[in-house]
């Protein structure tokens, strides 16, 4: 998904996605971080701010896994009033299914950027 995002995107824009400690015997539910992608370039690139990004990183540490989104806003936007889409509160409805008490579901955002950080325990 992230590449065909970047497909339609100038070359100049900053788009990341690093992956560390992951083996594939990780099993999880599918499509869990669509959303917080989606949200990412939906966001983070359809401003006027002139240096947009979106970041993202995958990693494994044990029974733990970690993924981060993180994009540019811009300062003018006045989306915060309604913060939270229909995107997040599914997802935040599908961990509480698939993982009660086993995730820790964090957003910050600040006059420049939004950041989610999604902690799940796998074991």
């Known amino acids: 998904y992230i590449e065909l995002e970047k497909?339609?995107?100038?070359?100049?824009?900053?788009v990341t996605f690093k992956v560390s400690?992951?083996?594939?015997?990780?099993?999880m539910a599918p499509?869990?971080?669509i959303p917080l992608v989606e949200n990412a370039f939906k966001h983070g690139f359809q401003s006027s701010d002139k240096?947009?990004?979106a970041r993202f990183t995958l990693s494994?540490?044990?029974?733990?896994?970690?993924f981060e989104a993180e994009n540019s806003k811009a300062k003018d936007k006045s989306e915060g009033k309604n913060p939270g889409g229909t995107g997040m509160k599914n997802l935040r409805k599908r961990l509480s299914i698939l993982y009660p008490e086993k995730h820790i579901l964090e957003v910050v955002e600040?006059?420049?950027s939004y950041r989610v950080t999604l902690n799940i325990s796998l074991s």
């Open 7 to 14: 497909l339609r995107l100038p070359k100049e824009s900053k």
């Open 21 to 27: 400690g992951l083996n594939g015997d990780r099993i």
């Open 31 to 33: 499509m869990l971080f």
């Open 51 to 53: 240096n947009p990004y």
């Open 60 to 66: 494994a540490q044990g029974d733990e896994l970690f």
């Open 110 to 112: 600040t006059e420049n």
